[in-house]
């Protein structure tokens, strides 16, 4: 089954508004990866979290890393037409195969 | 510096019939993935080649097979195609193997099986 669950699936804010989606392994990850797909584009990398209990930012985005290594989020506040498109984590659940999660579909609305 | 290219952009195929997906690696990286996405759903990890050699493989049948040359360019082959295998096939090229490297990933092939 499923091993890395996004929630939410889908998420229409109001421009301006924030934005948060999580990301949760079934087991430990050694590092989580984040990626943004546009509509009709490939997954093109945003950031690496590697500790337990890391933050990173990124001008509005804000990563977390969690303390057990099995969950992490990403927030983005006020959210712009240009942060639509889907959400992934990604991260090695089974030995060095990265794994996917089902990914949290964005929509900006003005 | 270019990127990570795929070819082709499309393909409609048949039932049955085989499938040869193309990938050339950033400049630089030397390991290569592939990956399905379906509609709607996140990439699923295919494998991974480095040093001409397939190095990890995700839960795909072994009508699913790749091949790496010693420039880092890769192929993908699906033989017997099933409706099922449409879907985006994207390549992935790393600095090197395993899965702490960022992924590039490329513009993918659209497969279409009727």
């Known amino acids: 089954g499923q091993q890395v669950m996004q929630i939410p699936q889908y998420q229409h804010v109001q421009e301006g508004e924030d934005f948060t989606t999580y990301c949760n392994s079934s087991?430990?990850?050694?590092?989580i990866q984040w990626y943004k797909q546009r509509p009709g584009g490939h997954p093109v990398f945003l950031i690496q979290?590697?500790?337990?209990?890391e933050v990173k930012k990124q001008k509005r985005l804000t990563f977390q890393f969690g303390e057990a290594k099995k969950n992490s989020s990403l927030h983005i506040t006020a959210t712009q037409t240009t942060d639509v498109g889907t959400y992934f984590c990604?991260?090695?659940?089974?030995?060095?195969?990265?794994?996917f999660g089902t990914g949290t579909q964005l929509k900006v609305e003005l | 510096d270019a990127g990570v290219t795929q070819s082709p952009t499309h393909l409609i195929k048949t039932r049955g019939q085989q499938v040869t997906l193309r990938c050339s690696p950033k400049?630089?990286?030397?390991?290569v993935s592939w990956y399905q996405q379906a509609l709607g759903q996140g990439p699923q990890f295919i494998f991974q080649?480095?040093?001409?050699?397939?190095?990890q493989r995700g839960n795909f049948p072994d009508r699913f097979s790749g091949h790496q040359f010693p420039n880092y360019s890769s192929e993908l082959n699906v033989n017997a195609l099933l409706l099922g295998d449409s879907a985006l096939y994207l390549c992935?090229?790393?600095?090197?193997?395993?899965?702490?490297?960022?992924?590039?990933f490329g513009p993918g092939t659209r497969l279409t099986v009727t």
């Open positions: 990604a991260g090695p659940v089974r030995g060095n195969k990265l794994t």
């Open positions: 080649y480095y040093e001409e050699e397939e190095r």
């Open positions: 400049s630089g990286h030397d390991t």
């Open positions: 992935a090229s790393s600095p090197s193997a395993g899965s702490s490297y960022e992924q590039y």
């Open positions: 979290l590697v500790k337990s209990g």
């Open positions: 087991t430990t990850l050694s590092n």
